[in-house]
């Protein structure tokens, strides 16, 4: 077979060719041309670098490959190299230090990182595929669609709450009292289990700062704490009472994952529910939430929309689409090099800690033409918003609904929609593109 004719994934993989093949040492630094963290400044890079057809990759000081155009992002995340950092990795190594809650006590990181290593994001092979499974399972189109009812009840009760009573802030009171009640609702949190619940998650947001102060540790840690504490024991009183159909189905999901514990590589094997929900549904709380009040500030941006959405509703995907398109919650996550890459001419050596700006894929004009512009009549395909591959969020097709929902709830009441955009500000430096404050005031048009 000559080298043409192999496929893309052998070709991409194959032993680099003498005198072609790029280090990452090579790439120019991220900084050359700004920073993919925090969502002003991701954005300005973004518009340098697409501008900039000759710059493929980036690297950051710390040598981690940075990839950010649409379809290296879409291509690389399917290799199977590409997988998931292990506990070990997330924690330079020192997962098993930080595991004993006695010699990493809460407030130093290691609450945050003794609830992670139980995530999916963080396993691979052979533990990967059944773990995610049991998740995806009760996230599938049909289960989803089966909780817009309580979605919908949900957003009717907040919006009731946040209409004629002044200036609000929406992210605050209804983003992320959404899904916190949403949850709640499903794992059976009793009303100040949720309460406290939206606080946690507030401040374990700060996990997401890339350049944290000790003083931050100690407060997303100590949260991370309080939100673990707080899920695990709603979980369990859920298992132990039974009639939760989420929590059973994957209670009795657990007892299936006969592996044994491997910080390195495969992961960590979640001991029960609580443990498997307080870890995989961190994004489900937090991310979620964003998703929401970010496709909401983009459809608000662009009043003409709005009025297109009022005059027809079955624009809305559309319109959620180019919300998550434009306004990605996740900025970037990692992968991370199970064996060498050899990827588009650059080596990846075995353990490299590959940065995936997903939320840049989403501006490059070669997969969005006017990637800036708020189109509805753009093909709903090739966002990068939830990642892509084998990997790809399994809690997607949720949190579309959500926003849906909320854009449906907002277009189809008699309200008028005072957005403050010059008062929002977005948290700088972070991973994530998150609302400090978004003020609006909405009022019933017709009382
Ligand atoms: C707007 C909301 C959300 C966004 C933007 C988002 C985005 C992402 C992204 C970019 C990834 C990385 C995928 C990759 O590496 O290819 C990911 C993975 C993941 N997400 Fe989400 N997510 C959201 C909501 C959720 C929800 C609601 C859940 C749970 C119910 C969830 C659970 C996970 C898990 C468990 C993974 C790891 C998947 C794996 O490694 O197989 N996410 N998400």
Same mark, same amino acid.
Not at 52 to 56: G, I, K, M, N, S
């Given at each position: 077979m000559s080298r043409t004719d192999e496929p893309d994934s052998a070709r991409r993989n194959a032993g680099p060719a003498e005198g072609s093949i790029l280090e990452i040492a090579d790439l120019p630094l991220v900084e050359t041309y700004g920073s993919f963290s925090g969502r002003d400044s991701f954005r300005d890079t973004c518009r340098k670098l697409f501008a900039?057809? *000759?710059?493929?990759f980036l690297r950051t000081p710390d040598g981690q490959l940075v990839v950010f155009r649409n379809e290296h992002l879409r291509t690389l995340s399917?290799?199977?190299?590409a997988g998931n950092m292990s506990p070990d990795a997330l924690s330079a190594g020192s997962f098993e230090a930080l595991r004993d809650e006695a010699a990493a006590?809460?407030?130093?990181?290691g609450a945050l990182v003794r609830i992670l290593?139980?995530?999916?994001?963080?396993t691979n092979a052979p533990l990967h595929d059944p773990a995610r499974r049991i998740l995806t399972k009760q996230l599938s189109p049909k289960a989803v669609a089966a909780l817009e009812p309580l979605a919908e009840t949900i957003i009717a009760e907040l919006l009731a709450e946040i209409t *004629?009573?002044? %200036?609000? *802030?929406f992210q605050r009171h209804f983003g992320d009292e959404l899904t916190c009640r949403f949850w709640a609702a499903l794992i059976g949190m009793t009303a100040e289990e949720k309460g406290a619940l939206v606080e946690f998650v507030r401040d374990m947001s700060?996990?997401?700062? @890339?350049d944290p102060t000790e003083h931050d540790v100690h407060v997303f840690d100590m949260a991370a704490d309080g939100y673990g504490k707080t899920v695990v024991q709603a979980v369990r009183r859920a298992v132990a009472s039974g009639g939760f159909p989420l929590v059973d189905a994957i209670a009795e999901d657990i007892?299936?994952?006969e592996f044994s514990d491997d910080p390195a590589i495969a992961g960590i094997v979640p001991r029960d529910a609580g443990d498997y929900l307080a870890a995989n549904l961190v994004d489900a709380f937090h991310t979620a939430a964003l998703g929401a009040s970010n496709v909401v500030y983009t459809m608000l941006r662009h009043p003409c929309v709005l009025d297109r959405l009022r005059a027809d509703r079955s624009l809305l995907p559309a319109a959620t689409f180019e919300g998550f398109r434009l306004e !990605? !919650?996740?900025l970037h996550l990692h992968r991370y090099a199970l064996e060498e890459i050899v990827f588009e001419g650059v080596r990846i050596p075995k353990g490299t800690t590959i940065m995936m700006c997903w939320g840049a894929g989403n501006l490059d004009p070669k997969a969005f033409? %006017?990637?800036e512009q708020f189109s509805l *009549?753009?093909?709903?395909?090739?966002?990068s918003t939830f990642g892509?591959?084998?990997? @790809?969020? !399994?809690g997607r097709i949720l949190a579309f609904m959500l926003a849906e929902k909320t854009l449906d709830a907002l277009v189809s009441q008699d309200l008028s929609l005072n957005f403050k955009e010059g008062d929002c500000d977005w948290y700088e430096k972070w991973a994530m593109a998150q609302l400090k404050q978004m003020p609006i005031e909405i009022q019933r048009m017709h009382q």
């Open positions: 900039l057809p *000759d710059v493929p399917t290799l199977p190299a006590p809460a407030g130093t990181g290593a139980n995530q999916v994001f963080f *004629d009573v002044g %200036e609000v *802030d700060g996990m997401f700062n @890339i007892k299936g994952l !990605p !919650p996740v033409p %006017e990637p *009549d753009r093909p709903m395909r090739g966002h892509a591959g084998v990997q @790809i969020c !399994p």
